[in-house]
Nanobody, 114 residues
Framework: QVQLVESGGGLVQPGGSLRLSCVGS??????MGWYRQAPGNQRELVAQ???????TYADSVKGRFTVSTEDPKATVYLQMNSLKPEDTAVYYC??????????WGQGTQVTVSS
């Protein structure tokens, strides 16, 4: 059974940084990334990275967040800098396998507050 295990969430002051990690089962993924969902909002894409290294970011996080993977590309990170209160949400790791199956992590809370 494929699992995505997240870590790294928590409480941080505005302007601070956090790094989220997500370790997947050892299968081949075509896409890995992060979504987030704030109370009352729909789940939205934050950042993703395709196997060839191409990255995509939500406009609201460009220049502040960086998504990356680690060989053998079953781990994905989200480095979040210059955090804002509006970044507060539950962050979910996402992965799509080469066979186009989709997987989600359990979610990790990120709270940006003074």
């Amino acid at each position: 059974q494929v699992q995505l295990v997240e870590s790294g969430g928590g409480l941080v002051q505005p302007g601070g940084s956090l790094r989220l990690s997500c370790v997947g089962s050892k299968i081949l993924y075509s896409i890995m990334g992060w979504y987030r969902q704030a109370p009352g909002n729909q789940r939205e894409l934050v950042a993703q990275i395709i196997r060839d290294g191409t990255t995509t970011y939500a406009d609201s996080v460009k220049g502040r967040f960086t998504v990356s993977t680690e060989d053998p590309k079953a781990t994905v990170y989200l480095q979040m800098n210059s955090l804002k209160p509006e970044d507060t949400a539950v962050y979910y790791c996402y992965a799509r396998s080469l066979t186009r199956n989709e997987y989600w992590g359990q979610g990790t809370q990120v709270t940006v507050s003074s």
